[in-house]
């Protein structure tokens, strides 16, 4: 879409609303994001990309760290928002896990160009605020969900739960690691069925949780017994 749009009389020419085309500039700059990187995107790929001219995005946008963060802002505010109404309607710890995974698989589909943002640029906080918000924002919603049924374990004393609040952040970022991988993967391989692939990243997360709640360990290196020679 060009600059100006066609009007109601010959030759007539109409500007588009601001407000479209700030929406249009948003999606075009989201669809360059998720392909480039930031680091790669410059605003001239982003005009190009819209048929408009480098002067008109700037008078949207004062420059590429604001347009990214008004992109990211979008997609930060849509998928916490996703991710948190079905942590609330599931039952239970693995009906929590289960649902996030859902909601990502969800997105993952349905939003491609904002998938390939987060997934590029989720670990990178470097880059905008936002993107750290979403990371926290997982990192608690799975603490809650590891620690659901230890809150409410009347048995357990206080520095058993700190111990457990300890233990579940350091479990974090390697459940939100796996499920983004898992589902990144499947992507790249849609042979595989989605229901296969989900209930896999379930049971790899589910599973290696519940051994670890039992207190099952492996020895350090350092304890590991030597083999005989």
């Keep these: 879409m060009t600059d100006a749009a066609e009007g109601a009389g010959p030759g007539a020419r109409r500007r588009m609303p601001h407000a479209r085309r700030r929406e249009q500039l948003l999606q075009v700059a989201l669809a360059e994001f998720g392909r480039r990187g930031y680091h790669l995107t410059q605003m001239e790929h982003v005009a190009a990309a819209a048929q408009v001219s480098k002067a008109l995005l700037y008078q949207h946008f004062a420059s590429k760290e604001e347009l990214f963060a008004e992109v990211t802002e979008t997609i930060v505010a849509e998928l916490t928002g996703r991710l948190n109404a079905a942590v609330l309607a599931a039952h239970g710890s693995a009906g929590g896990i289960r649902a996030m995974i859902r909601v990502l698989f969800d997105y993952a589909t349905e939003e491609p160009d904002a998938w390939a943002l987060v997934v590029r640029h989720l670990d990178k906080p470097e880059v905008g605020l936002e993107l750290r918000e979403l990371r926290d924002r997982l990192g608690t919603a799975f603490a809650d969900l590891l620690l659901r049924r230890r809150r409410a374990d009347p048995r357990l004393s206080r520095a058993a739960l700190e111990v457990n609040e300890r233990r579940a952040r350091l479990l974090v970022p390697l459940m939100y690691g796996s499920m983004l991988s898992m589902v990144s993967w499947?992507?790249?391989?849609?042979?595989?069925?989605?229901?296969?692939?989900?209930?896999?990243?379930?049971e790899f997360i589910w599973l290696g949780l519940d051994r670890l709640r039992t207190g099952e360990r492996l020895p350090r290196a350092d304890e590991a017994p030597q083999a005989e020679g």
Excluded: I, K, N
């Design 186 to 202: 499947w992507l790249e391989h849609p042979d595989t069925p989605r229901e296969r692939a989900e209930q896999m990243a379930v």
